[in-house]
């Protein structure tokens, strides 16, 4: 994009304030102005204006699901139907590790965390030593694509370069920067970080696929036979990935999305929940429940509202392009946002003053036909690195390693 196009971009939107402080650059920093610029999807400025996000339908507890009994019961038929699709390259693994370790004290990308005690173990090479366990019993190289940010994206492939990929084959490794979604103030003006810099954030995790086709990775993914992509986040160190079991389960119930929950800790845990919406497989965010459904039983005595996602989903590529097309429900979110005042000074807000916006892989989910609801032990797979202390914290993901027996 040159000068004059991005005149005209931002005109048609009323966003010419981007480029106030384009004289006073240089060469190299008004060309980096014009790619963020054209970077930028406009298209959320709408959605700023109504603020307002798309009502929620019929809300109703899932019907069918997949328990540690039935897989027990299934546990060869899955395994081998899981390997076979291992085995003849058509499952990726997609790791999203955008972000950083700021709640953990750290200035680095999360994965680099090292929640080791006695020696050093990194997040990072947690997923990969998880990894490794299904490439052993496959006997094939797994394709790993990592998903960064442009915040620690170079921080990130040298810390891979710089430990070796923890054993793993560079060769079937591949990175890609996740897409920004632009922060506005209340009026649906972009904010400026300086005088080149244009306010943005993490298109959130919905962003990925998005992010994948325009990387280019997608179409070298078809070109090798991938057929499925599992994603997974950074921060369950837990995390079973490409997993035999949950590929073949999957495959065999003919549905073109998976995903991995646990059996709810308590009724007001904070964690998204599977359920029907509309008669169609969705998750309802923990702040969504009410009282009432936290606590509603099956007929059976049961809870009604039990099973809670770790984010590992697994999606069918044919079925990721048939909704790639369809705008995914924006959601909008208040923060304090810094910005640079038109002095040119740089003001750090105590409150909010603007909006964020986000797309979110649950949404993912709703939008496909059906979803293979997948059971699996919450003391084996998840373990989640969010806090520093606490629940769901380095002390309790220390502690749920040592029980899985792993040398910290």
Same mark, same amino acid.
């Given at each position: 994009?040159?000068?004059?196009? /991005?005149?005209e971009v931002?005109?048609?939107? *009323?966003?010419e304030h981007? @480029?106030?402080f =384009?004289?006073q +650059?240089?060469e190299?920093?008004?060309?980096s102005?014009?790619d963020q610029?054209?970077a930028?999807d406009?298209?959320?400025l709408e959605?700023? /204006?109504k603020?307002s996000?798309?009502?929620? *339908?019929?809300i109703?507890? @899932?019907?069918? =699901?997949?328990? +540690?009994t039935?897989t027990a019961?299934?546990?060869d ?15 990726a693994?997609?790791?999203l590790?955008g972000g950083?370790?700021t709640r953990?004290g750290?200035?680095h990308?999360?994965?680099m ?5 006695n ?5 990072f090479e947690?997923?990969?030593?998880n ?10 190289w797994?394709?790993?694509l990592?998903?960064?940010?442009t915040?620690?994206?170079e921080?990130?492939t040298n810390f891979f ?5 923890f054993g793993?084959?560079?060769d079937h490794?591949r990175?890609?920067?996740?897409d ?5 103030d209340?009026n649906?003006k ?5 005088k080149g810099?244009v306010?943005s954030?993490?298109?959130g ?6 992010s994948l086709?325009?990387?280019g990775?997608?179409e070298?993914?078809k070109?090798?036979?991938v057929e499925?992509?599992?994603v997974f986040a ?6 079973k990935m490409a997993?035999p079991l949950f590929v073949?389960g ?9 995903s991995?929950?646990v059996?709810k800790a308590a ?6 929940v599977m359920?029907?919406?509309d008669g169609?497989p969705?998750?309802v965010?923990y702040?969504e429940?009410?009282?009432d459904?936290?606590?509603e ?5 049961s809870p009604?509202y039990?099973?809670g996602?770790i ?10 392009e048939d ?8 959601h909008?979110v ?7 005042a038109?002095?040119?000074t740089?003001?750090?807000?105590e ?7 986000e797309?979110l ?6 939008m ?9 032990q919450?003391?084996?797979e998840?373990a989640?690195?969010?806090n520093?202390?606490g629940?769901?914290s380095v002390e309790?993901a220390?502690a ?7 040398e910290?």
């Amino acid at each position: 994009m040159n000068l004059s196009e /991005a005149k005209e971009v931002l005109a048609s939107c *009323g966003q010419e304030h981007l @480029l106030r402080f =384009y004289d006073q +650059l240089n060469e190299e920093e008004q060309q980096s102005l014009l790619d963020q610029i054209a970077a930028v999807d406009f298209s959320v400025l709408e959605i700023a /204006a109504k603020k307002s996000e798309e009502v929620r *339908g019929k809300i109703e507890p @899932l019907k069918e =699901y997949c328990t +540690l009994t039935e897989t027990a019961a299934k546990k060869d038929k899955f395994e081998s139907a899981g390997l076979d699709a291992i085995r003849h390259g058509r499952v990726a693994a997609v790791l999203l590790a955008g972000g950083q370790g700021t709640r953990l004290g750290s200035e680095h990308p999360k994965g680099m965390y090292n929640i080791g005690v006695n020696k050093d173990l990194y997040i990072f090479e947690m997923t990969i030593r998880n990894l490794m366990e299904v490439v052993k019993k496959a006997g094939v190289w797994v394709p790993l694509l990592i998903m960064t940010s442009t915040k620690n994206h170079e921080e990130t492939t040298n810390f891979f370069e710089e430990k070796n990929y923890f054993g793993y084959d560079r060769d079937h490794v591949r990175f890609f920067i996740q897409d920004m979604a632009p922060s506005v103030d209340y009026n649906g003006k972009i904010y400026m970080e300086g005088k080149g810099k244009v306010s943005s954030s993490p298109n959130g995790n919905g962003g990925w696929f998005s992010s994948l086709m325009r990387s280019g990775l997608l179409e070298e993914c078809k070109e090798n036979g991938v057929e499925w992509l599992n994603v997974f986040a950074v921060d369950n160190v837990l995390q079973k990935m490409a997993d035999p079991l949950f590929v073949g389960g999957t495959i065999l119930s003919g549905c073109p999305s998976g995903s991995k929950v646990v059996a709810k800790a308590a009724p007001d845990e904070k964690v998204g929940v599977m359920c029907l919406e509309d008669g169609r497989p969705s998750i309802v965010e923990y702040y969504e429940l009410t009282e009432d459904m936290m606590y509603e039983k099956n007929p059976d005595g049961s809870p009604a509202y039990h099973y809670g996602v770790i984010l590992n989903y697994l999606f069918r590529i044919s079925a990721l392009e048939d909704i790639a097309d369809q705008s995914m429900p924006l959601h909008i979110v208040e923060k304090k946002i810094p910005y640079m005042a038109e002095d040119g000074t740089l003001v750090k807000p105590e409150k909010p003053n603007g909006y964020k916006f986000e797309t979110l892989i649950l949404d993912m989910v709703h939008m496909m036909d059906g979803c293979f609801v997948f059971e699996v032990q919450r003391g084996r797979e998840f373990a989640p690195v969010k806090n520093k202390t606490g629940v769901d914290s380095v002390e309790s993901a220390r502690a749920l390693l040592l029980a899985n027996g792993v040398e910290l």
